[in-house]
């Protein structure tokens, strides 16, 4: 069975930092690019980072560049969102999710063909 666990959310002051991370199990993680998405209440999900299979191709949306960085072990069947100076507008539920190839598409910000994500952490910045 095919699962996807994110964990490490929480509550943090702006410019705090926090580590998100994907648990996955039930498949190879080696073979699928993971991304993470965020959805604020009232809003619009909105992808905000990917990388590909071996992790040497990283994506980011362009208000997390610099602040952000997605890594991952596969042999440890995770991966991972750092996030540092983090700002209110970050808050939000974010999420893990498969796409069904290696590597993500060149519009990957804007392409949700997931097979799978897990159900989000909640990342809440205020002071």
């Known amino acids: 069975q095919v699962q996807l666990v994110e964990s490490g959310g929480g509550w943090v002051q702006p410019g705090g930092s926090l580590r998100l991370s994907c648990a996955a199990s039930g498949f190879t993680l080696d073979y699928y690019a993971i991304d993470w998405f965020r959805q604020a209440p009232g809003k619009e999900r909105e992808g905000v980072s990917s990388?590909?299979?071996?992790?040497?191709?990283?994506y980011y949306r362009d208000s997390v560049k610099g602040r952000f960085t997605v890594s991952r072990d596969n042999a440890r069947n995770t991966v991972y969102l750092q996030m540092n100076n983090l700002k209110p507008e970050d808050t939000a539920v974010y999420y893990c999710?498969?796409?069904?190839?290696?590597?993500?598409?060149?519009?990957?910000?804007?392409?949700?063909?997931?097979?799978?994500w897990g159900r989000g952490t909640q990342v809440t910045v205020s002071s």
């Open positions: 999710a498969r796409r069904p190839k290696a590597d993500p598409p060149a519009d990957w910000a804007a392409d949700w063909g997931f097979d799978y």
């Open positions: 990388i590909s299979s071996g992790g040497g191709r990283t």
